[in-house]
């Protein structure tokens, strides 16, 4: 059986929180744990930061066991210790030792403890460290926790790279919650886009934009991230800017280069959630009553922003609709051509990311990532006294 991914594995887990490069390697029954890019010390005094540490990974099942060997294989040159001679007490032979995946190791190295490692984040961290402080005699800030970007080992992953911050081993179990097939965000103006920005960064499988509008400096002013002066000169539509952006991260981003209208409503169809980021047009009267027959949970937001005393105030809404509450919706939202939001007006993009910021936690509370007590469906903040008002509550 094979094994499961690194993120499964606590110990090994945190290797690659700390910064170091890990990854497993398998041929047939044997399983090996690498470390890449370890500083060493060679001949001459010499620094080279290639070393690769291999070790054999026990497994029980399909889960990583306790280390059943003390000792590794090296690929590089010969070690040396930090009095600049052979690193004699830990090289236990020379050779060419065939390994997994046609790896070819040089060296045979073996430090024993007292007391058998107890796990390979103990084992890998103490060859790693014995190198690499032999090198930084030479140069002090050698180190083998570098935090490259790292490919993930689960092939259905959205992302292109893992998220390796400290606790992502506990927040990766509680985030399952949000991998949903397939979410839509209609509108990619300011809030539009900074939810994308957020929801880019969990591991929905599909992320559908829906937005007919080009790619103009003012979006530039109220999207996340910096457009260059020839982004714009070439005038992309805003799903495409914004699909190129975040694919560079991962997999899934759907670029829908038009509107939706009462003609195309269909496209909605097996949408799993739907964000609703459109001034108060009469189309997104259809909208909604499109998802609720469908059964589909979604998020309005909206601003009304206004000047006073020469100064901004206003409003930021976030109006949640699931299938146990429906009808707050129709008396708190406006669903018609006279009574639009005035947010088209005056844009801010710090409100455009509150606004984004405020539905995105209010979506992961749906889904439990996170805790809700107060399962609010329509919520207000105003700016003047920096006070949020839920109401709507079931």
């Given at each position: 059986?094979?094994?499961k991914?690194?993120?499964?594995?606590?110990?090994?887990?945190?290797?690659?929180?700390?910064?170091?490069?890990?990854?497993?390697?398998t041929?047939?029954?044997?399983?090996?744990?690498?470390?890449?890019?370890?500083?060493?010390?060679?001949?001459?005094?010499?620094v080279?930061?290639?070393?690769?540490?291999?070790?054999?990974?026990?497994?029980?099942?399909?889960?990583?066991?306790?280390?059943?060997?003390?000792?590794?294989?090296?690929?590089?040159?010969?070690?040396?210790?930090?009095?600049?001679?052979?690193y004699?007490?830990?090289?236990?032979?020379?050779?060419?030792?065939q390994?997994?995946?046609?790896?070819?190791?040089?060296?045979?190295?073996?430090?024993?403890p007292?007391?058998p490692?107890?796990?390979?984040?103990?084992?890998?961290t103490?060859?790693a460290?014995?190198?690499?402080?032999?090198a930084?005699?030479?140069?002090?800030?050698?180190?083998?926790?570098?935090h490259?970007?790292?490919?993930?080992?689960?092939?259905?992953?959205?992302?292109?790279?893992?998220?390796?911050?400290?606790?992502?081993?506990?927040?990766?179990g509680?985030?399952?919650?949000?991998?949903?097939?397939?979410?839509?965000?209609?509108?990619l103006?300011?809030?539009?886009?900074?939810?994308?920005?957020?929801?880019?960064?969990?591991?929905?499988?599909?992320?559908?934009?829906?937005?007919?509008?080009?790619?103009?400096?003012?979006?530039a002013?109220?999207?996340?991230?910096?457009a260059?002066?020839?982004?714009l000169?070439?005038?992309?539509?805003?799903v495409?800017?914004?699909?190129?952006?975040?694919?560079?991260?991962?997999y899934?981003?759907?670029?829908?280069?038009?509107?939706?209208?009462?003609?195309?409503?269909?496209?909605?169809?097996?949408?799993?959630?739907?964000?609703i980021?459109?001034?108060?047009?009469?189309?997104?009267?259809?909208?909604?009553?499109?998802?609720?027959?469908?059964?589909?949970?979604?998020?309005?937001?909206?601003?009304?922003?206004?000047?006073?005393?020469?100064?901004?105030g206003?409003?930021?809404?976030?109006?949640?609709?699931?299938?146990?509450?429906?009808?707050?919706?129709?008396?708190?939202?406006?669903?018609?051509?006279?009574?639009?939001?005035?947010?088209?007006?005056?844009?801010?993009?710090?409100?455009?990311?509150?606004?984004?910021?405020?539905?995105?936690?209010?979506?992961?509370?749906?889904?439990?990532?996170?805790?809700?007590?107060?399962?609010?469906?329509?919520?207000?903040?105003?700016?003047d006294?920096?006070?949020?008002?839920?109401?709507?509550?079931?």
């Amino acid at each position: 059986m094979s094994p499961k991914p690194l993120s499964h594995s606590p110990e090994l887990q945190r290797l690659r929180e700390e910064g170091y490069e890990v990854l497993i390697r398998t041929e047939g029954a044997q399983v090996m744990l690498l470390m890449r890019n370890v500083p060493y010390l060679t001949t001459g005094h010499v620094v080279r930061h290639d070393g690769q540490l291999v070790s054999e990974l026990t497994m029980s099942g399909d889960l990583v066991a306790a280390p059943n060997k003390h000792d590794l294989h090296f690929v590089g040159s010969v070690p040396f210790n930090a009095r600049g001679t052979r690193y004699d007490n830990i090289i236990a032979g020379e050779g060419s030792y065939q390994l997994a995946g046609g790896m070819v190791a040089s060296f045979h190295l073996s430090a024993k403890p007292a007391r058998p490692y107890p796990t390979y984040y103990e084992k890998m961290t103490t060859y790693a460290n014995l190198l690499t402080g032999a090198a930084r005699t030479v140069e002090p800030r050698a180190t083998a926790q570098r935090h490259l970007p790292v490919e993930p080992d689960d092939e259905s992953s959205v992302f292109k790279y893992l998220d390796t911050f400290s606790g992502g081993a506990v927040v990766s179990g509680i985030a399952r919650k949000l991998e949903l097939a397939k979410l839509a965000v209609i509108g990619l103006g300011g809030t539009g886009s900074y939810l994308l920005d957020l929801v880019a960064k969990t591991p929905v499988k599909q992320i559908h934009l829906f937005d007919g509008d080009l790619f103009y400096d003012h979006n530039a002013f109220r999207t996340p991230g910096a457009a260059s002066i020839d982004e714009l000169c070439a005038q992309p539509t805003k799903v495409a800017y914004l699909e190129a952006h975040y694919s560079k991260m991962r997999y899934g981003i759907v670029a829908h280069p038009y509107n939706i209208s009462v003609s195309n409503l269909t496209e909605l169809q097996g949408m799993d959630f739907v964000f609703i980021c459109i001034d108060g047009q009469a189309v997104k009267r259809q909208i909604i009553n499109y998802l609720e027959d469908q059964g589909v949970s979604f998020i309005d937001v909206g601003m009304d922003v206004y000047v006073s005393e020469d100064a901004l105030g206003g409003v930021v809404r976030v109006t949640t609709s699931t299938p146990d509450k429906r009808e707050h919706v129709y008396q708190r939202l406006a669903l018609s051509e006279a009574d639009e939001d005035n947010y088209r007006n005056v844009q801010i993009a710090d409100l455009n990311a509150l606004n984004a910021a405020l539905a995105v936690i209010r979506w992961k509370k749906l889904f439990a990532f996170y805790h809700d007590f107060e399962n609010e469906h329509h919520s207000l903040y105003t700016i003047d006294a920096n006070q949020i008002l839920d109401a709507e509550k079931s």
